[in-house]
């Protein structure tokens, strides 16, 4: 195989990817047309596979930086082909984060891509490899609340406005949280370049646990509150109120007993 051919190969989309993005087009169909008997389970699929999407940009954005700024491995590793199963983890990047998701209404981050960071040169590009996860969720979150703050909800059934409402929740407090400068998440990759050799080494041992403590962390009430407070304050400035958010919860967790208040008709 030629090497033009070969890096063809590298970039070529997964139909693992394209089978998720298909399972949340059409569950976002039967989520607008109300096409299900129960709009929970459309709701719950929907926000499920356009989870997993967003979390397969995530990692695409992660990837694909680390190839302009110098890692030429990226592409044999299977990165740029968005297939979720190629991640160095993934169970840390795709079943926990889905996990927590059901567990808590909560856009936890999952595992990086592995990058060689031995072939980038310079502080800013190894930075921009770690920013560029959180910056595609925070692009996700501002398409998916787009019809929000354009005020451009005539129309839009109430199972897919609160379907996006939760989906936009779960792009925000990821942004967030892989933001943190803790030793583990991007927040932490981002600011590594800058710190001294002897401060790097005292943190590298922490790396494996950031995301388990971060995790711990926010089942402190009071930190939690405040967390959850700050992200519904941005989710409001957006024009998605908490009621929006609440009742797309409500609709993803169909095996509950739903809320009279989150009327679907």
């Known amino acids: 195989m030629s090497t033009a051919a070969a890096r063809r190969s590298e970039r070529r989309i997964s139909p693992v990817f394209l089978g ?8 976002g169909w039967a989520t607008w047309t109300g096409f299900a008997e ?7 699929l929907f926000v499920t596979s ?32 968005l297939n979720p199963l190629k991640y160095t983890h993934a169970l840390l990047s795709i079943v926990l984060p889905v996990l927590f998701v059901i567990m808590g209404g909560i856009g936890l981050p999952g595992g990086a891509v592995f990058v060689e960071r031995g072939h980038i040169r310079g ?8 920013a560029a996860g959180p910056l595609a969720n925070v692009l996700f979150a501002v398409l998916c609340t787009a019809p929000f703050w354009l005020d ?3 129309g839009v059934p109430r199972p897919f406005r609160y379907a996006l409402g939760f989906l936009a929740l779960l ?25 001294s050799y002897n401060a790097r080494r005292q943190m590298e041992p922490f790396a494996p646990f950031g995301l388990l403590f971060v995790f711990a962390v926010l089942w402190i009430p009071s930190v939690n509150e405040t967390f959850f407070d700050m992200v519904y304050g941005l989710l409001n ?16 967790r169909f095996w509950r007993e739903s809320d009279p208040i989150c009327s679907v008709s």
């Open 20 to 27: 998720i993005l298909a399972v949340s087009a059409v569950t």
């Open 38 to 44: 129960q709009p929970g389970v459309a709701v719950f």
């Open 50 to 81: 356009a989870w997993i999407v967003s979390l397969c940009l995530h990692e695409y954005a992660h990837a694909r930086t680390a190839l302009h700024s110098g890692d030429f491995t990226i592409g044999a590793k299977g990165y740029l082909t």
């Open 123 to 130: 502080r800013w590009k190894h930075s921009a490899v770690s």
């Open 152 to 154: 451009a909800l005539d």
């Open 171 to 195: 792009q925000i407090t990821a942004a967030i949280l892989n933001l943190l400068p803790v030793p583990g998440l991007d927040g932490y990759g981002v600011i590594e370049p800058w710190l």
């Open 237 to 252: 400035s957006l024009g998605i109120d908490n009621n929006t958010t609440a009742c797309g919860y409500e609709l993803f």
